[in-house]
């Protein structure tokens, strides 16, 4: 019986462990996906050809079984997410060791676009993850991969440093009970491949400490967060190059959040913090904002309905520290650039700031 302690988890096939009797597991299809042939086995040792839609019972507790392409030439897995494959689970199953054996027999690190997306679309039963190996990831490479998979508590490591576009899109939104994200080790963004990552993840407390692409693109951190109700860190953003929506709704509606990242981008781009912060009604700090170069809509309601945000047109006892968009910009006022910015927010001055103004606040500065 094989062990799992002592051997190099990278280098073994996909494995799913039973965590209660009567565990199911199946891998379906939707639409129609490139042809793969698989094996399975439940010692590692002897394999037999498995048919898709086949359901397997693991019948006790710790009973597994092992998945493998039966080919040594990389097997393109899924299209995209209309034509790809999905497993399919009941009651509760581990994942373990390296998923990289669905791709090939002899386990393939580079492979082509949607490679793994939907793959275990709403999988609650999952309770665990994966090696995810892949250092060089093409467009859709995870998409939606864990979607609703609300057994899920840890996420896998991303040992990934390149990506091309829709890479982690929508990968763990709506995963409930996920606490923590991975870190994130790419360092030129590309569209929309963190778009959604964790979006409604309700009991996810940590982001990542660093997203150190410097140069963003369109729509790459949009909605990130968006609704993640239990966070309290943020990471730190280093990017001075920006472009259109790339920061829109990044933390809108996380409302146990209490700070905010530095932003130290002087020129905008349309839309980069459009609701950045949107109901974020415990946020007690503020970004300073050192931008000089501005563009439509980039502050429009960045801080829209959060109420712990206190500013005032003029500095009295508690409104001690001067707070001011600075004084040129490429835009004129009918791009709404800093339309509602501060809507429903606290006390003496809400709603639309004017440029080269200074205002006084009774919060911090980031």
């Known amino acids: 019986m094989l062990t799992l302690k002592n051997f190099d988890k990278a280098s073994a096939p996909l494995c799913f462990i039973a965590n209660t009797w009567w565990s199911t597991i199946a891998l379906n299809k939707t639409w129609n996906p490139t042809a793969v042939t698989l094996e399975t086995s439940t010692d590692w040792t002897n394999w037999s ?215 130290p981008a002087t020129t905008l781009a349309q839309n980069c913090y459009n609701q950045m912060f949107n109901w974020c009604k415990n946020l007690q700090s503020l970004p300073l904002l050192p931008a000089t170069t501005l563009a439509g809509s980039c502050y429009s309601m960045m801080f829209n309905w959060c109420t712990n945000i206190l500013l005032s047109t003029s500095q009295t006892w508690n409104y001690q520290t001067a707070y001011r968009i600075p004084t040129t910009w490429a835009w004129t006022e009918w791009s709404y650039s800093l339309y509602d910015m501060f809507q429903w927010t606290w006390w003496t001055f809400t709603w639309t700031p004017s440029i080269n103004t200074t205002y006084y606040t009774a919060n911090a500065l980031v």
């Open 49 to 263: 050809t498995y048919t898709i839609w086949t359901t397997i019972t693991l019948s006790s507790a710790w009973d597994r079984v092992y998945f493998r392409n039966s080919s040594e030439t990389p097997t393109w897995f899924s299209i995209n997410t209309s034509n790809c494959y999905q497993f399919a689970m009941s009651w509760s199953i581990a994942w373990v060791w390296n998923i990289n054996y669905l791709l090939c027999k002899e386990w393939c690190i580079e492979m082509w676009t949607a490679t793994f997306s939907r793959l275990f679309f709403n999988c609650a039963s999952l309770t665990s993850s994966p090696a995810l190996p892949s250092t060089s990831i093409s467009d859709n490479w995870y998409t939606q991969m864990f979607f609703s998979c609300n057994g899920l508590t840890e996420p896998p490591e991303l040992p990934a440093t390149s990506m091309w576009t829709w890479g982690y899109y929508w990968m763990f939104l709506n995963c409930k009970n996920l606490k923590s994200s991975p870190e994130i080790h790419i360092t030129t963004a590309t569209t929309n491949w963190l778009w959604n990552m964790f979006q409604w993840c309700s009991s996810l407390k940590t982001a990542p400490s660093i997203l150190p692409a410097t140069t963003l693109a369109l729509q790459c951190y949009s909605d990130m967060f968006d609704w993640c109700s239990s966070l309290k860190t943020v990471p730190i953003l280093p990017a001075t190059t920006l472009t259109n929506s790339c920061y829109s709704y990044m933390f809108a509606n996380c409302t146990s959040l209490t700070i905010c990242p530095e932003l």
